[in-house]
């Protein structure tokens, strides 16, 4: 049986990926989430993108989930006149109102509030950090004075960072809320939402949601500012993943502290048994190479030994030469480490007694004893996801296979670790059900004769209650 990776890939869709038969080669080497990055979007481009992507699924049998990642309140300067570079000492103009064309005395700023909100002393971040500026003072209307500390080139469109000043605008933009829209209109499995700074913002997003879709779109908090890090558990409580954007993060924290940070977010979201994406620079010279670089095979494997669920990439498969290549070097360290015993999960039982109590004790008891059993496969029958979401928390060292007859949690499982889901829609006898559901595993490929099976269902089967059997099984036949 050849090993199928449990870990999964996140790949940014983009020019470089825009194509059916790019696509579908990413697909055959282990994408499991395509990402639309609303920063860069088309509508017309992304709405053909969402299509290619469903066709392929309903040609080729896969499940690919489609992420859109809203931009948030990305600040950035305006475009310059000329090339402009500043050098240490020299003092400039930040303004906002009126676009104009910068120079070296005075550029555009998009944040219309920054006046208001810039204090002197303040840092000013540009181009990932490159550039450094001290807020000197503030007309508090439209022009803030600041000067420089670390200069270079300024250039059209980059981004701003401001880590020490308290930004008042809200964390859902207008132009996120008609990129939410879009991406509601078109039913995206999972939205995230960029620059979170506390749970007020996902409650935001979460009453779009509510407004606009009947069905529920799971949303993933995007963790890259030291506001975020700080309110991790009330975040944690209203969002239903997570994504540690190292990029922003490490500008707008020093960049020495974002491994451990990394660790200690990874840890909350397995707490809280929730989905935790690792993004950012991850194969980042694979964007023009066919090899990455140890120092990123080390970066992908030790993402993976911190329990993420999902690894990112952004301008590699977006932009880059080698959209196919990357993901299957991708696919091969993780298949290579994501099977260590040096992976500790935390093993807290569920204790507190809910509704779902129950629930949660079995898939907690069902990963324990499928890993003591040697268990080749945990199968579940799930209407609303819930099981998957459990189990894939646990680590379990078999497969997490999932039958479910609701069509719109297939794409959305495909976010979470080690889970594999199918279609199926036949609620019979208990003993029939899971009868059908060994047998289409076993033509999968995911059992054989002789392997041992965790099934857990909900009594009786037709109800699609919440689950509360398990059953253990030795398969003493497999249909060819």
């Known amino acids: 049986m050849p090993i199928r990776k449990k870990t999964k890939i996140v790949a940014t869709l983009g020019p470089a990926s825009s194509t059916k038969e790019v696509l579908k080669g990413m697909l055959d080497e282990g994408v499991d989430v395509f990402r639309i990055n609303f920063s860069h979007a088309d509508y017309n481009d992304v709405a053909e993108r969402i299509q290619m992507i469903r066709d392929l699924n309903k040609e080729f049998g ?3 989930a489609i992420l859109g990642d809203l931009q948030g309140p990305k600040l950035r300067v305006g475009v310059m006149k000329e090339e402009v570079v500043v050098h240490p000492g020299d003092e400039i103009i930040f303004a906002t109102g009126e676009r104009f064309e910068g120079t070296k005395e005075r550029v555009y700023m998009t944040y219309d509030r920054f006046p208001q909100d810039a204090k002197p002393g303040e840092r000013i971040l540009l181009d990932d950090g490159k550039l450094i500026f001290e807020v000197v003072s503030s007309d508090k209307i439209s022009e803030v004075k600041a000067k420089v500390i670390q200069g270079g080139p300024l250039k059209s469109k980059k981004g701003v960072n401001l880590p020490n000043t308290n930004i008042s605008q809200p964390a859902l933009t207008e132009k996120d809320i008609e990129d939410a829209l879009f991406a509601i209109k078109h039913q995206v499995d999972w939205i995230a939402l960029s620059f979170v700074r506390h749970a007020e913002d996902l409650m935001q997003l979460r009453d779009l949601i509510k407004e606009h879709s009947e069905e529920k779109i799971p949303i993933i908090a995007k963790i890259e500012k030291p506001e975020a890090v700080e309110n991790i558990d009330k975040i944690v409580a209203h969002c239903d993943g997570i994504m540690v954007a190292r990029g922003d993060l490490g500008v707008e924290i020093p960049a020495e502290e974002v491994p451990l940070i990394q660790k200690q977010l990874v840890l909350r979201a397995k707490k809280a048994r929730i989905p935790v994406i690792i993004a950012t620079q991850m194969m980042e010279t694979m964007i023009s190479s066919l090899t990455p670089t140890r120092a990123e095979v080390n970066d992908v494997a030790n993402s993976v030994m911190d329990g993420a669920d999902a690894v990112m990439l952004s301008g590699e498969t977006s932009v880059g030469q080698y959209p196919i290549q990357v993901i299957r ?15 500790q999960v935390p093993q807290l039982p569920p204790h507190i007694r809910t509704n779902r109590y129950i629930t949660k ?14 268990a080749k496969a945990i199968s579940t029958l799930t209407n609303s996801g819930y099981t998957a979401f459990q189990i894939s928390a646990w680590r379990p060292l078999s497969h997490i296979l999932v039958f479910t007859s609701n069509k719109r949690i297939l794409t959305q499982l495909s976010l979470l670790w080690g889970v594999k889901a199918f279609y199926y829609d036949r609620f019979v006898s208990t003993d029939e059900t899971i009868e059908d559901v060994n047998n289409i595993s076993c033509k ?10 965790i099934s ?6 037709q109800s699609k209650g919440m689950v509360n059997t398990l059953r253990v099984t030795e398969i003493t036949s497999c249909p060819i």
Do not use: F, T, W
């Open 62 to 64: 896969y499940n690919c």
């Open 329 to 343: 070097q991708m696919a091969n360290i993780l298949k290579r480490v994501e099977d260590s015993p040096l992976i």
């Open 361 to 374: 004790s079995i898939c907690y008891h069902a990963a324990n004893m499928a890993n003591e059993i040697n």
């Open 444 to 453: 999968m490929g995911y059992l054989e004769e002789g392997d041992m099976l």
């Open 456 to 461: 857990l269902a909900a009594m009786p089967i």
